[in-house]
């Protein structure tokens, strides 16, 4: 591991900040990389998209303990952590690791009921009809007329990118605590399973029906875009406020750990492929563990 972590390094420096910028750029480009391989594997099949999901699913499961939970939980533990207190209760060990995993867990629950309310703001389509009908429909109105199809892909794309959004934090996070070689694996694992996540929203606008590959190759992208700046926004907060650390990792890995209970678990399991994708996931887990054991 010393020579990846130097290599690392050596590439972007010691400023953790930069580095969580560069880990936000490797995370999003496998979210590309994903985005772009509808170009070559023209026609992935239902089962082998949830097979892939699956092992996504099993590296951010593995990769939401052995990188976030229990390093934040150490964290907190060590004598010289300094803890917030209120009313003479210090806030340190599991304490701040769950209140930050609560959460996350919240704001992912409340992202579930605003989501359908998102895509007829970002749909092209809606705003050609609101021109056509000269702007007299309200939006409600739109929304229920839209293409059931195209609103699912808006909806699909949405929610991939609100759960790239706990990801990029969690890589930003790893390098502001200042530990290069958890951050790398973390950064590898959540990478790793960007790649089936962006070749999923690509096949989805594919099927539906919205024009050329390029297009749905940019879908992919701007599922992955959002996770540079909070991946610096998270290396930057906790560089500013060491005290944050185990706050912002229990955060991330419950907003992790939900969007795999709440979202690409039921998506893998709706097709008849369960056993493939159940297999897949506890590749994804050993995928990741040793990752964490070799890297680390």
């Given at each position: 591991m010393a020579s990846v972590e130097q290599a690392f390094v050596d590439l972007v420096g010691t400023n953790p900040v930069i580095q969580?910028?560069?880990?936000?750029?490797?995370?999003?480009g496998m979210n590309l990389l994903g985005a772009?391989?509808?170009?070559?594997?023209?026609?992935?099949?239902?089962?082998?998209?949830?097979?892939?999901?699956?092992?996504?699913?099993?590296?951010?499961?593995?990769?939401?303990?052995?990188?976030?939970?229990?390093?934040?939980?150490e964290f907190a533990s060590d004598p010289s952590y300094r803890p917030f207190a209120v009313g003479g209760f210090e806030f340190s060990g599991i304490v701040p690791v769950l209140v930050g995993f609560v959460l996350g867990v919240a704001l992912l629950d409340q992202a579930e009921h605003w989501v359908r309310y998102v895509g007829p703001l970002v749909s092209g389509r809606l705003s050609e009809r609101a021109e056509t009908d000269g702007g007299m429909k309200r939006a409600e109105e739109m929304a229920r007329d839209a293409d059931s199809r195209v609103l699912g892909v808006l909806l699909f794309t949405v929610a991939i990118t609100l759960h790239n959004m706990p990801e990029g934090l969690a890589v930003g996070v790893g390098f502001g605590s200042g530990d290069?070689?958890?951050?790398?694996?973390?950064?590898?694992?959540?990478?790793?399973?960007?790649?089936?996540?962006?070749l999923a929203v690509s096949v989805a606008a594919i099927n539906a029906g919205m024009g050329r590959r390029y297009y749905a190759a940019v879908a992919g992208i701007r599922a992955g875009a959002v996770e540079i700046p909070l991946a610096v926004l998270g290396a930057w907060a906790v560089v500013i406020a060491a005290p944050v650390l185990p706050y912002a990792m229990g955060f991330a890995a419950g907003g992790m750990l939900y969007v795999i209970g709440?979202?690409?678990?039921?998506?893998?399991?709706?097709?008849?492929?369960?056993?493939?994708a159940t297999l897949g996931m506890m590749a994804g887990a050993a995928v990741m563990l040793t990752l964490d054991v070799v890297l680390g």
């Open positions: 969580g910028l560069a880990g936000g750029v490797v995370i999003a772009m391989l509808v170009l070559v594997w023209r026609n992935p099949t239902e089962r082998a998209l949830d097979g892939a999901l699956g092992v996504a699913a099993g590296v951010m499961l593995s990769a939401s303990f052995t990188s976030l939970l229990l390093p934040g939980i290069v070689s958890n951050a790398i694996a973390l950064m590898l694992a959540i990478g790793i399973q960007n790649i089936p996540e962006g709440d979202e690409i678990i039921p998506e893998t399991h709706m097709h008849g492929h369960e056993r493939l």
